[in-house]
């Protein structure tokens, strides 16, 4: 077979035509999107894109498969987070994947675990033994204005 046998590439519904490319987005083209009456996509790369509103939000996403389902986690929204954050996001995730760890589970339990050492810090530990014991002491006049107003005083810069 010889070359010039083969159906023309220009025309595009052929078998052998060109592939067809997807344009990734650029920050203008972000920043330029205008909201429609449905929320539609504008896609990156690897399931990351962004959400667009009809309220004119713009919301990074990326999609992806853990154990045979498909889920979705949010990246933020697009003026406070660039797309270079978000492909680098979205880059960390997938190194999470390689892994076998679920992104989504893995965001649940860190939050989890800055809210318990939050919880139970010095500051909220100290001010629950306060309020516990602040009745008796003014009823006993064991301790002063003064012990009551450093504590104050340490936890309030």
């Not at 919301?59 to 853990?66: A, G, L, P």
């Not at 800055?114 to 602040?134: C, G, I």
């Not at 012990?147 to 309030?156: K, P, Q, T, V």
Request: glycine share 8%.
């Amino acid at each position: 077979m010889r070359y010039l046998d083969l159906p023309s590439n220009k025309g595009g519904n052929s078998p052998f035509s060109m592939r067809r490319y997807r344009q990734v987005p650029t920050v203008t083209a972000i920043r330029n999107a205008k909201p429609r009456e449905k929320p539609y996509k504008m896609v990156d790369e690897r399931g990351l894109y962004i959400l667009i509103s009809p309220s004119g939000g713009k919301w990074w996403r990326v999609d992806y498969r853990f154990n045979g389902k498909r889920k979705t986690l949010s990246m933020g929204t697009f003026p406070e987070v660039t797309l270079a954050e978000a492909r680098d996001r979205r880059d960390a995730d997938r190194k999470l994947l390689a892994n076998d760890i679920d992104p989504g589970e893995y965001r649940k339990a860190t939050k989890t675990l800055e809210a318990d050492q939050t919880a139970n810090s010095f500051e909220v530990v100290a001010r629950e033994w306060l309020t516990k014991m602040k009745p008796g002491w003014a009823a006993s006049g064991r301790i002063g204005r003064c012990g009551i107003g450093l504590l104050r005083a340490h936890f309030s810069q």
